[in-house]
């Protein structure tokens, strides 16, 4: 495919995870053809799997990753040999830490507390509300991998209620999060979690809701910060075109009035290089969790994108 | 001296961020602030609002050794003037307006700072000239001084003793003064979705105009069914008539037509019928209205004026559009006859040949006042005499 990438310009691949992907990408891809003078297209994929599975085929030349798909890009490229080209990223996509939260009120003062309690968590493939803090759980000495079948009468391990709200779009839909947070204050003290996990951003979101209004949550810890999204060029990729589609990102001006409403709802102020130092985290806790094998092949069994 | 902010046990949950903004906003992008506070989620908050708002929590003032708890260092970014940088003002709160109202400016008051981006505002009428009278504003201000309420400006308990044959006739009248009424709010409401908002107080004139049309139509269709019959007549020709001013698609025009001629010669109507009332509902009715109209009319002339002063030969589109009209009208009847019948058994008060007479020869001295108002107007807007009595006497026989 890569001979034929430069004739027919530059094809991205994003994820649907919310209507708005339509207008910002239009609307991206409007400004990149014209005053950016890119011969730019993009396709919308429903799922992330898909999307990275192309991106590595050669099927589309750039892919809007999330974190998870980019481990899973990685992953995959190098069992093929494929050579991936990090693109750039947003300046909001830098050091993000997922929390363990618990209400207030709650007796749980540390990490070790929840043994035998009750955590909920977002979506099976959620980075920053699954896959991370569950994570940071077993550093802290905590089993979260036995059945998760809501079952109080096992106390050796901390029972994980999920949340799986659009699966497949790895963590971008808020659902599941939501839920999770919701999931503290249910009204039957047995439906009720101990514990929830969030993206630290989130904090502030569902206070603003009235999820979690102020003084009814505490945070109980953090993980170290990560990464988020990132920008990825594959193997059918022009490389010219790539080099222009990233300077063409990065000079974008959060002063245009034209950009700016796109920048908005893509939630960053500027495009940053890419960094590629913020996955470790993500890397160690795909491993533990057995979500994908090192060749990037699908192994959480009860994950159906 | 460095930049400080202290939260005291306030989170970003809980409004915070509005001390974190207003310190930030003493800063020039890259400078530095201290801020400090006992929230237990408070770096939380701060890592995910600064994110959020393109600036930078400084990790080394939050994780160094001598680093006091609760304490953090936001370093400020640009997104704030990149969004503010080309931002202009639209015009002057207090006027006069500009003369030529900005597009971008949209919706925004005038005078308020305005961020560049947005939808520019629809609107066909964007120059002063073509729609601004300096009397606007006090024209504004006495209008909404004098509104009135049509349940308690009107006493409709006051004893109602007519004839039949002079109820049917003033029964006639509102009719057809409804039918009229409901133009003369229309079209203002129309010339409204056209009009740069920038061109405040002739918008609230406009808004206010129909709303005063609003309440004539009520009190009119009142009065109408007062004594408990059906109403009156409505004929081709004057709906016609009326229709023409509908489609008027220039500001100044339409107002020159409704404003000027038809609500001008309206005045004398009304005048008219208050004078020759047969009970007092009908003499209050008229006289409310007639208070209203001539505010409509003062600013027609006086938007008209303006627009000829500026530009003489405006005169000449304002001829045309009379010109115009009365050939559109040429093969029309007009009046309903029914309305002229009333109008002089009104002034007659009854079939009495020598009363008919004396309300025929009324009549006939309302037309000459109306012709007289109407060349009064045009010579006020600039045409020379004869030319406003060839004018005046194009305008349409239905009155408005």
């Known amino acids: 495919m890569s001979g034929t990438g430069a004739s027919r310009g530059l094809v991205l691949g994003a994820v649907a995870y919310d209507p708005k992907v339509v207008t910002i990408w239009d609307g991206f891809r409007a400004w990149l053809r014209g005053p950016g003078g890119l011969e730019f297209d993009y396709v919308l994929y429903s799922n992330y799997e898909r999307q990275v599975e192309d991106l590595v085929a050669g099927r589309v030349d750039v892919a809007w990753n999330s974190p998870l798909a980019w481990v899973r890009a990685r992953r995959l490229a190098a069992a093929r040999g494929v050579i991936l080209t990090p693109v750039t990223m947003r300046d909001s996509d830098r050091d993000l830490r997922s929390l363990v939260v618990t209400r207030a009120d709650s007796p749980v003062r540390s990490l070790g507390d929840l043994n035998g309690r009750v955590v909920a968590v977002g979506a099976v493939d959620s980075p920053q509300a699954t896959l991370l803090p569950l994570s940071l759980l077993r550093a802290a000495g905590l089993r979260v991998d036995g059945p998760r079948v809501d079952n109080r009468g096992d106390r050796g391990d901390v029972v994980v209620r999920r949340f799986d709200i659009g699966v497949g779009l790895h963590g971008d839909h808020v659902g599941g999060e939501r839920e999770a947070a919701r999931a503290m204050f249910a009204a039957d003290p047995a439906d009720r979690a101990d514990a929830a996990f969030m993206i630290d951003s989130n904090l502030l979101l569902f206070a603003r809701e009235g999820v979690l209004p102020p003084g009814s949550a505490r945070v109980l810890a953090q993980t170290p910060p990560y990464d988020h999204c990132t920008m990825t060029a594959g193997p059918s990729a022009d490389q010219a075109q790539t080099a222009s589609l990233r300077e063409l990102l990065l000079d974008m001006d959060y002063g245009d009035p034209d950009l700016r409403p796109l920048l908005d709802l893509e939630g960053l102020k500027q495009w940053l290089p890419p960094r590629l130092s913020g996955y470790d985290q993500l890397e160690r806790a795909v491993d533990e969790a057995g979500f994908y094998d090192a060749e990037g092949g699908i192994r959480a069994s009860d994950y159906r994108p | ?400």
């Open chain 2, 1 to 400: 001296m460095r930049a400080t902010t202290d939260l005291e046990d306030l989170g970003l949950d809980e409004g915070g961020h509005l001390l974190v903004d207003h310190a930030l906003a003493q800063l020039r992008p890259g400078e530095r602030l201290t801020i400090t506070g006992r929230h237990q989620a408070l770096g939380v908050h701060l890592a995910a609002w600064c994110r959020e708002h393109g600036h930078r929590l400084a990790a080394e003032a939050a994780e160094a050794d001598d680093a006091p708890a609760g304490q953090f260092e936001v370093v400020k970014g640009t997104a704030n003037e990149q969004r503010w940088r080309d931002a202009r003002r639209a015009g002057a709160a207090d006027g006069p307006p500009d003369a030529s109202a900005d597009p971008r400016w949209g919706l925004a008051a005038r005078g308020a700072l305005v961020e560049a981006g947005g939808p520019p505002i629809g609107a066909e009428w964007t120059q002063r000239d073509h729609v601004w009278a300096d009397i606007a504003p006090r024209l504004y201000a006495a209008a909404a001084a004098s509104q009135w309420d049509p349940a308690t400006a009107v006493d409709w308990h006051a004893e109602v003793a007519v004839p039949p044959e002079i109820e049917r006739a003033v029964v006639q009248l509102m009719t057809y003064l409804v039918e009229n009424e409901q133009a003369a709010l229309i079209i203002p409401a129309r010339l409204l979705t056209q009009l740069h908002p920038h061109f405040r107080e002739v918008m609230q004139l406009l808004a206010v105009q129909a709303a005063d049309e609003a309440r004539h139509v009520e009190v009119f269709t009142r009065r109408g069914l007062l004594a408990g019959g059906p109403l009156g007549t409505s004929s081709a020709g004057g709906r016609t008539s009326l229709h023409t001013l509908l489609t008027e698609p220039d500001f100044t025009t339409a107002s020159f037509l409704l404003s000027v001629l038809g609500e001008g010669t309206f005045l004398d109507l009304l005048r008219f019928i208050n004078r020759h009332a047969p009970d007092s509902v009908t003499a209050d009715v008229a006289r409310l209205a007639v208070r209203d109209e001539a505010r409509h009319v003062a600013f027609g002339v006086a938007h008209t004026a303006h627009l000829v002063k500026s530009d003489p030969s405006y005169l000449g589109v304002l001829r045309q559009s009379v010109e115009r009209r009365h050939a559109a009208l040429i093969d029309t009847a007009g009046l309903n006859t029914e309305v002229f019948d009333s109008l002089v058994l009104l002034a007659a008060g009854s079939w009495d040949p020598a009363a008919i007479r004396r309300g025929w020869q009324a009549v006939r001295g309302l037309q000459q006042q109306m012709d007289e108002g109407r060349r009064r107007r045009l010579a006020f807007i600039g045409f020379p005499d004869g030319e406003a009595a060839e004018l005046s006497a194009l305008h349409t026989r239905n009155f408005m």
